[in-house]
Structure formats: C-alpha cells, structure tokens
C-alpha cells in the first residue's frame, strides 16, 4: 500500500499503475479497513429517506437544502447520506419551512 500512496503523491492522480490480483486484495482491505475505522461516523449518517422522516419533509426540500449549500452530503458507494449532527444543528430553534 504504501508503494501505491508513493506514486500517487510522486506522478499525481493521472498515474497509470499496473497490479497483480494480490495487490487489488491488499488495496482493498485497506479500503474497508478505512471505512471501517470511521464507522462510528457512519452510524451517524442518515439517508435522505430517514431524514425526511425524521424532519417530515419531502426529498425535495432535502435536495434543495442541498443545493443552496445549507447541508452537505456524504457519498458512499453511490448513495447520499447526511451527517445527522449536522441536519440537527440546521434544523435547531430554526422554523422549518418547505
């Protein structure tokens, strides 16, 4: 792994690298390892549908909160997520409106 972290930081995200199977294994198990050393992040993250339960509001008013830049997203494995902290300290003593 650390081989693979030299030459991304020597040639840049645009460096072509070969591996064998036994590489592909290690980087991935780096990667779950990764993930789950943040794990208890992600026991705190909400999907846009558990959020609009929790704050009974339309994917929509999620979405456009969103995009005005009031609440940022968290992507993993092609799926949004929502850091619940910070959807509570967005909707705390705020009136939510859709």
Not at 29 to 40: A, F, L, R, T, W
Not at 54 to 59: A, C, F, R, V
Request: glycine share 8%; proline share 1%.
């Amino acid at each position: 792994m650390k081989k693979l972290e030299k030459m991304l930081k020597k040639y840049g995200k645009d460096a072509k690298v070969e591996m064998t199977i036994e590489d592909l294994y290690e980087f991935a198990n780096y990667i779950i390892k990764e993930v789950s050393d943040n794990g208890s992040e992600k026991s705190n993250l909400l999907s846009i549908k558990e959020v609009c339960k929790k704050l009974n509001k339309k994917e929509s008013t999620i979405y456009r909160w969103q995009k005005l830049g009031l609440i940022t997203p968290t992507y993993i494995g092609g799926h949004t997520y929502y850091k619940e902290e910070e959807i509570m300290q967005y909707t705390n003593g705020y009136k939510l409106v859709g």
